[in-house]
Nanobody, 120 residues
Framework: QVQLVESGGGLVQAGGSLRLSCAAS????????VGWFRQVPGKAREFVAA????????HYSDSVKGRFTISRVNARNTVYLQMNGLKPEDTAVYYC?????????????WGLGTQVTVSS
């Protein structure tokens, strides 16, 4: 089991930045690929970004590519999502996940999410 807790969400104006954090505990965090998803009410959960277990490879959805950056610090059991150039359509609950497979990424363990709201 891996327990995940997201933080760093909040309210920001369009064009602003936020950095989300996800702290992991439990089984060896460094063995897993990590990813971020987001969801708005009434819609399916949407993939945002993923990173391989060793941090060498990343991939992003087209909607965030060039604006968001995923990173990890295995020594701290933490994964980050730096979000720049935020748009109102980025408003969602953001979830981090860890999984055995990087590409395609699918989460085996999930956090409870953190709300990000971008005002226009």
């Amino acid at each position: 089991q891996v327990q995940l807790v997201e933080s760093g969400g909040g309210l920001v104006q369009a064009g602003g930045s936020l950095r989300l954090s996800c702290a992991a505990s439990g089984r060896t965090f460094g063995d897993y690929a990590v990813g971020w998803f987001r969801q708005v009410p009434g819609k399916a959960r949407e993939f945002v970004a993923a990173m391989s277990w060793n941090g060498v490879s990343t991939h992003y959805s087209d909607s965030v590519k060039g604006r968001f950056t995923i990173s990890r610090v295995n020594a701290r059991n933490t994964v980050y999502l730096q979000m720049n150039g935020l748009k109102p359509e980025d408003t969602a609950v953001y979830y981090c996940a860890v999984g055995s497979d990087y590409l395609p990424f699918s989460g085996d363990f999930w956090g409870l999410g953190t709300q990000v709201t971008v005002s226009s």
